[in-house]
């Protein structure tokens, strides 16, 4: 079993910067993929950034160029800098492994409110 713990949300100002923390614990080894997705108010959960083993990313087009994510191995710990935040960045912020039998595990959110 493999265990996500979200940290690092809060409120910002616009233009804003923010980091969000994902530590992983349980069966590491079975995950392949780690990402963060978000769901405003009403809305879908969306992709916002995914980062492999081998530490290839993607990420969605409305955070590209402000957005980083990251991985540090030792610490089975996945990053997510955001800079120059807008009011539209506000959401839930979900940590997501992408585990090797095909299944996936989420944390349990963190929030992140921009202030225009």
């Known amino acids: 079993q493999v265990q996500l713990v979200e940290s690092g949300g809060g409120l910002v100002q616009a233009g804003g910067s923010l980091r969000l923390s994902c530590a992983a614990s349980g069966s590491i080894f079975s995950i392949n993929a780690m990402g963060w997705y978000r769901q405003a108010p009403g809305k879908q959960r969306d992709l916002v950034a995914t980062i492999t083993k081998g530490g290839s990313t993607n990420y969605a087009d409305s955070v590209k160029g402000r957005f980083t994510i990251s991985r540090n191995n030792a610490k089975n710990t996945v990053y997510l800098q955001m800079n120059s935040l807008k009011p539209e960045d506000t959401a839930v912020y979900y940590c997501?492994?992408?585990?090797?039998?095909?299944?996936?595990?989420w944390g349990r959110g963190t929030q992140v409110t921009v202030s225009s």
């Open positions: 997501n492994a992408k585990i090797i039998t095909g299944s996936e595990k």
